[in-house]
């Protein structure tokens, strides 16, 4: 089982390619969304879009795709969004679980909360970022670890939930950037507007 977890304000296009190059790389059943309440790794960070509405997002952005499933497991948890309390949620016997991140997100790894224990608890995937050498953010980890780490192949794309927002903000097109379905939902409820 693939778990992709963030901010998701807006979820996009690269979210989604992401997601499903995992699944089919890795051969993963499916891949579970999960948008966070307080990012506990950006201090002061906090989203645009209410909660609710980043839900809403996530389920819209997802739709059609039967491999991908939303968990409301962040969002309703109060405080920071640690990876080692969500994994211990999604943990059974059974579930070989795969943690996608992107490859920026390889450098920071250690200074997660419980790092060591969550090499334990899942592998990671890792999305190639632009201007970001996995490969050599690969060498801070223990031989051990990077056995745990899975380098996912895809282009490099240059999507951000702040470009978006940054368009949104200066009447820019977002087609093509976001599902149409979330597109719709950011128009109604004029998010991201000044």
Not at 69 to 83: I, K, N, Q, T, W
Not at 92 to 101: H, K, T
């Amino acid at each position: 089982m693939g778990l992709m977890g963030g901010t998701f304000d807006p979820l996009h296009i690269g979210h989604l390619f992401i997601a499903e190059a995992a699944r089919i790389q890795c051969g993963l059943d499916k891949v579970v969304f999960f948008p966070n309440r307080i990012p506990a790794h950006v201090q002061g960070k906090s989203a645009n879009a209410s909660p609710d509405l980043r839900w809403k997002i996530t389920l819209a952005g997802i739709e059609g795709n039967a491999h991908f499933e939303a968990s409301r497991v962040e969002l309703d948890r109060d405080g920071p969004s640690y990876a080692f309390d969500t994994l211990q949620y999604f943990a059974a016997p059974s579930v070989e679980l795969f943690y996608i991140i992107g490859g920026d997100s390889l450098a920071d790894l250690l200074t997660w909360n419980r790092s060591a224990e969550l090499f334990e608890m899942c592998h990671f995937i890792a999305a190639p970022r632009p201007g970001f050498d996995s490969q050599k953010a690969l060498l801070e980890l223990s031989e051990k670890q990077r056995a745990k780490v899975l380098l996912l192949e895809t282009p490099e794309l240059q999507i951000s939930s702040t470009e978006i927002r940054n368009r949104v903000r200066r009447n820019l097109p977002i087609c093509y950037l976001v599902p149409d379905a979330v597109e719709r939902i950011i128009r109604q409820h004029h998010l991201y507007q000044e």
